[in-house]
């Protein structure tokens, strides 16, 4: 599966994903994998002893789960299982911006070109493309739009501070005002 | 009116440019039909009975006459030469070309227009009061706010697959003229015991399937942290709202569930955590956005003018027409005149092309090149001279815009139904010409007074009719049309749910149910009861026992 990153490239996949029916015997010895979040709370001390264990949650988990494990997650990945449901979308800010998790978070599921721009504001860095996409279409597309008006994970600050910046570094500011 | 500057020209150009190549994956055959579906969904893109029916974005309902141009000529070029005035203050044409629609937002685009969001499950046009501005009750203008709002929604990208559409509608006044109570989220301008304006946040009101007065979650919220707020909201919202079933998808099935008290507490305790954060709107951010919507340069004038006084004394028809189209504005000698899209014969909403030129053109001459769409689906003009009534009224008569009816019962909301829309259970339109055409004499229509009439052809309920003083909704049954009529709904600040009389109707028994309606009203009601006032005063019963007296 490629998996495309925030910086515009593609990269090989170490992480095995395990299913949400996984059971600790199926977790994989040597290799690095993304658990469900059920499993690693069941087995939280063998996975996070571990070190290259990942969590995985699904659109109705809440991210408050990893308040404890943040620190020391190297990756957690959010699962859209249809590209309709932007539930991890606000599991990812609030993993970011409420829980200041720092390490790679990945979008896994339905994931399809018109959604990249979307997650990669929100604070996504990888990105599991559903296979079988074009994979340059996809890239180009985190480029789809060049800026947002929001504050978002990505661009902290809204496009309204930064024109209000733009403007006081300009001074003095010509008036745009014009009649209704 | 709010200009674009590069930021917001560029978004729209590359919402274009990525439309156009979505459309052209989907001609080629990359993306499947359900791939596709929710792309063109939230450009208001909908494959409708006959064609595609694009929904074109009027934010807070405001139009500049360059931009009601090239509706006109979008219209007479793609379409087939009118558009629809909607009750979510935009316009859509019923008969574009698939293709052809990358062209249209293109030529949009120029005009600094788009179809962001008018459909699908995100946050849809912002909509306001359609006298802002010039309301003498109003506490601030609620356009900046608006304006705002349209900027914080368009492409949010947290918000962009929320469980089900959200709409939004801000009142800057005392008087609530945006049917407020009725929207995922109310947003009312107030003042607080400090002098200082703020924000009463109202959420969970809506129509549809389950009609719901929203309501309040804050009081008062310090205006800066309106987006920090709206945020909070729509976070609680996009995280817990019900994925399972879209007919209880909305946000005002998550309050019920969930309890008022309960959402409540999720909301405050995430508007905790963002407040004062980076979204907190600094003053000149909104000084800003204001100095767009600052007043045209009217005329110093005296007060009333003279003239216009004169001729609402010697000319019945014109007196007529000037108490019920036109509104009072806060600046002497100017007044606000609505056009009225609800002539007998014409679809209630519609315009054709050539009259949307007209428009453009008289908006020039008389309104310092403004128009307004109301959510009642008619055309307001916000900046006439009194002087220059009576001229208006002339070329408004020529026009066909020009019925006096505003607020009476032939000033009928009505969504397009079963002649255009998939989802209809019923036609809508016919039924909304037979009420005009058997109510037609004007007088008649006068002692009735303020009556509001709404007809929706299905349960989504698009021509509002919970909230109509008499509320038609069209049901299918075994196959064949129904309307089930409800009485006593209300918008605006003292909003209701209408009540159901009883079984439905045939459409052709229509015009007699509505005429035993007010002949009941007629009858009953005290001197200075307009037929709302009287239904809530007695009840349904007695209007319920005359209808079905005779019909059954």
Redesign the interface.
């Known amino acids: 599966m490629p998996l495309l990153t925030r910086n515009r490239t593609v990269i090989d996949d170490r992480w095995a994903l395990l299913p949400e029916t996984a059971a600790i015997a199926d977790v994989p010895v040597s290799t690095p994998a993304i658990v469900p979040l059920a499993l690693w709370s069941a087995q939280h001390g063998a996975l996070a002893a571990r070190g290259d264990i990942g969590v995985w949650l699904k659109?109705a988990d809440d991210p408050d789960a990893l308040a404890g494990d943040v620190a020391c997650l190297l990756l957690i990945a959010v699962d859209f299982p249809k590209?309709?449901?932007?539930?991890g979308?606000?599991?990812a800010?609030l993993l970011r911006e409420?829980y200041r998790y720092s390490g790679e978070l990945r979008a896994i599921g339905e994931i399809?070109r018109?959604?990249l721009?979307?997650?990669?504001?929100?604070g996504f860095d990888t990105f599991a493309l559903q296979p079988g996409r074009?994979v340059a279409e996809a890239l180009a597309a985190f480029d789809?739009?060049?800026?947002?008006?929001?504050?978002?994970v990505a661009q902290?600050?809204?496009?309204?501070?930064r024109?209000?910046q733009a403007?006081a570094a300009e001074a003095p500011a010509p008036?745009?005002?014009?009649?209704? | 009116m709010y200009r674009y500057d590069h930021h917001d020209q560029r978004l729209v150009d590359e919402r274009v440019a990525q439309f156009r190549d979505q459309t052209r994956r989907f001609l080629a055959g990359e993306l499947t039909e359900d791939e596709f579906r929710p792309l063109r969904l939230r450009n208001g893109l909908y494959i409708q009975k006959y064609a595609p029916m694009l929904r074109i974005s009027v934010p807070y309902g405001l139009l500049s006459s360059t931009q009601m141009r090239k509706l006109a000529h979008i219209g007479r070029k793609y379409d087939r030469g009118y558009g629809h005035f909607t009750t979510r203050q935009n316009i859509q044409f019923n008969w574009p070309r698939l293709e052809d629609v990358p062209d249209i937002l293109g030529e949009l685009a120029t005009v600094e227009m788009h179809a962001i969001q008018t459909s699908g499950n995100c946050v849809r046009n912002i909509t306001a009061d359609h006298f802002a501005g010039i309301a003498a009750d109003e506490i601030i203008d609620p356009m900046p706010y608006s304006e705002l709002f349209r900027q914080w929604s368009t492409f949010h990208p947290e918000f962009a697959y929320l469980p089900r559409k959200f709409k939004i509608a801000v009142s800057g006044s005392a008087t609530d003229r945006a049917a407020t109570l009725v929207h995922d989220i109310g947003v009312h301008a107030v003042r607080n015991e400090a002098g200082n304006i703020g924000f009463r946040v109202l959420v969970g009101g809506g129509l549809g399937r389950t009609p719901v007065i929203g309501h309040v979650i804050r009081e008062f919220l310090p205006r800066e942290e309106i987006l920090n707020y709206l945020d909070a909201i729509l976070r609680v919202y996009n995280r817990f709202g019900r994925r399972d079933n879209i007919y209880k998808a909305r946000i005002k099935i998550l309050v019920k569930e969930m309890t008022l008290e309960v959402f409540t507490r999720h909301v405050e305790s995430e508007w905790q955590r963002v407040q004062g954060g980076p979204a907190t709107v600094p003053d000149e951010e909104i000084e800003r956005i204001a100095a767009f919507f600052a007043p045209p340069p009217y005329e110093r004038l005296p007060g009333d003018d003279a003239g216009f006084r004169a001729a609402v004394a010697d000319n019945r028809a014109f007196a007529n027409w000037v108490k019920r189209n036109v509104f009072p504005h806060k600046v002497p000698g100017y007044a606000a005149v609505t056009l009225s899209l609800k002539k007998t014969g014409v679809p209630p909403g519609d315009a054709t092309s050539d009259q949307m030129d007209m428009v453009a053109d008289l908006a020039d001459a008389y309104s310092f090149g403004e128009v307004r769409v109301s959510h009642e689906q008619n055309l307001i003009f916000a900046h006439v001279k009194q002087a220059a009534l009576l001229a208006l009224w002339g070329e408004l008569k020529a026009l066909g815009f020009a019925t006096p009816n505003i607020g009476l019962l032939t000033d009928i909301i009505c969504c397009p139904g079963g002649d255009f829309c998939s989802l209809a259970n019923a036609k809508s339109i016919p039924i909304a010409e037979a009420i005009q055409r058997r109510f037609d004499d004007l007088d008649y229509l006068h002692d009735i007074g303020e009556i509001n009439l709404n007809i929706s052809g299905c349960m989504n309920a698009c021509g509002h009719h919970h909230v109509g003083n008499i509320g038609v909704l069209g049901v299918d049954k075994g196959g064949a049309e129904w309307y089930q009529v409800s009485i006593g709904g209300d918008q605006g600040e003292h909003a209701s749910l209408g009540k159901v009389i009883g079984p439905s109707f045939a459409a052709r028994e229509m015009p007699d149910v509505v005429a035993k309606l007010l002949d009941t009203y007629i009858e009953r009601r005290h001197a200075d009861e307009q037929f709302i006032d009287t239904v809530r005063r007695i009840g349904i019963e007695p209007f319920k026992e005359r209808v079905y007296a005779a019909a059954h």
């Open positions: 659109p590209f309709g449901d932007g539930r979308y606000s599991t800010r409420k399809l018109d959604q721009y979307f997650l990669l504001q929100c074009n789809d739009f060049s800026d947002n008006y929001q504050a978002t902290p600050l809204p496009l309204f501070r024109r209000l403007a008036s745009e005002g014009s009649r209704r």
